[in-house]
């Protein structure tokens, strides 16, 4: 008997019946439906945007001298979209500074880039840094103009890892951030300690410090101070959360910021477990974030070398139910496994590998340290740049890559 009868021989209301009559339809119905090629959609897919990146083109910043000084050691780059001008931070530690350059033609495939200034790092005093004094790797344009420098101290000259706030126009650094005392080597907390590697206990590692930085709000926009969030990344492990087992990867830390006009919070730390290094590498880690949006999305640019040259790897990564690690002392396992228990890693998720077999022909393998967010394109896309650092070396150059970042 037809289902249909069958609920004319029930006492029900008119809205019951056919409610009743839909639930019924969907079960004869089910089989069918069974048989059709309907998409699967993987859990771990939902939590990443659905984004992709095409190769736009690349310019080679000519090898000259700015000022009297060699260009080059580009380490961090920002754009600031009211100026149009792209900011590249020099990694030299004898005279640390950024460059101001006039970008052209950054949406097309023929972009170019002009030197307009250069402007050199100075401490409190306004003096410039002494010479080994200041290592500079991450900045950031903040929403007032002002820049945020991070600088990887070194354990050997017993100077301490810093994050600061810059004036744009003088270099002068204006305040600095705080930063937990699990980050400063034993060197800089204790004056009577040996300043070798070979007695450090913690604190960052000599030459991979704070690497990455990012901050989640348009760069340059000026107006109404708002508070905003800062994002800063160690490029390799500190010492006390280093696994010496090869299998084991890097586990690096990943600190979230508050900054506002009255002070500058720690909210949160996050393990960012690297790649496995490459067979070979002599160089292993994180060099560069850039925030994609308010909900935990980032691009993480991961960077190795060694005897069989550069790797270079993009990744999404979503940091939603990372836990927060800022009361782990130590992220070191005796047992050997590769987390404590309990923890969840920021999660990530392969974009670009620049190694691939079918990875873009025409994109050179270069030492690729520098990453940010250039200008909208015409059709409303966003452009994402890439920089590498020459090193100052005569067989690397300074080349600058520019894509087309698509959101679905």
Do not use: W
């Amino acid at each position: 008997m037809p289902f249909s009868l069958c609920l004319d021989q029930l006492k029900m209301r008119p809205l019951a019946r056919a409610i009743v009559s839909g639930l019924l339809a969907l079960v004869l119905l089910a089989p069918m439906l069974g048989g059709c090629a309907l998409p699967q959609v993987k859990a771990e897919d939902r939590l990443f945007l659905d984004i992709s990146l095409n190769f736009l083109g690349s310019y080679t910043l000519p090898a000259q001298s700015f000022d009297g000084e060699p260009v080059g050691g580009i380490s961090a780059i920002t754009y600031d979209v009211p100026r149009d001008r792209l900011y590249a931070l020099s990694d030299n530690r004898d005279r640390p500074r950024f460059y101001t350059l006039i970008p052209n033609a950054l949406t097309t495939a023929t972009p170019t880039l002009t030197l307009e200034s250069v402007t050199y790092l100075k401490d409190n005093q306004g003096n410039p840094y002494a010479s080994g004094e200041f290592d500079p790797e991450g900045m950031a344009l903040t929403p007032t103009g002002t820049l945020l420098i991070s600088s990887e101290g070194s354990a050997q000259r017993r100077i301490a890892p810093a994050i600061g706030e810059y004036d744009l126009a003088t270099g002068q650094v204006k305040t600095a951030l705080p930063l937990p005392v699990r980050y400063l080597p034993d060197s800089v907390l204790n004056p009577e300690a040996p300043a070798d590697l070979a007695s450090q206990t913690q604190g960052v590692q000599e030459n991979i410090g704070f690497e990455a930085l990012a901050i989640n709000v348009s760069s340059g926009t000026g107006g109404v101070y708002e508070p905003y969030r800062l994002f800063v990344a160690t490029e390799g492990p500190l010492l006390q959360d280093l696994d010496f087992a090869p299998d084991i990867p890097y586990k690096n830390r990943l600190l979230h910021y508050l900054i506002d006009p009255y002070q500058s919070t720690l909210i949160s730390e996050h393990l960012y477990e690297m790649d496995l290094a490459p067979s070979g590498a002599v160089l292993h880690g994180l060099s560069e974030i850039a925030v994609l949006d308010q909900g935990g999305h980032f691009l993480a640019l991961e960077r190795s070398f060694g005897f069989q040259g550069f790797a270079i790897k993009l990744y999404q990564l979503a940091s939603g139910g990372a836990t927060d690690i800022s009361a782990n002392a130590s992220l070191r396992t005796p047992d050997g496994t590769s987390r404590p228990s309990g923890i969840s890693p920021i999660r990530k998720q392969i974009v670009l590998d620049f190694n691939a077999p079918n990875a873009e022909p025409d994109i050179p393998l270069e030492n690729y340290e520098a990453m940010t967010f250039g200008p909208t394109q015409p059709n409303g896309t966003q452009t994402l740049l890439l920089m590498s650092d020459d090193n100052f070396s005569a067989n690397q150059t300074t080349r600058l890559l520019v894509f087309q970042l698509s959101q679905s």
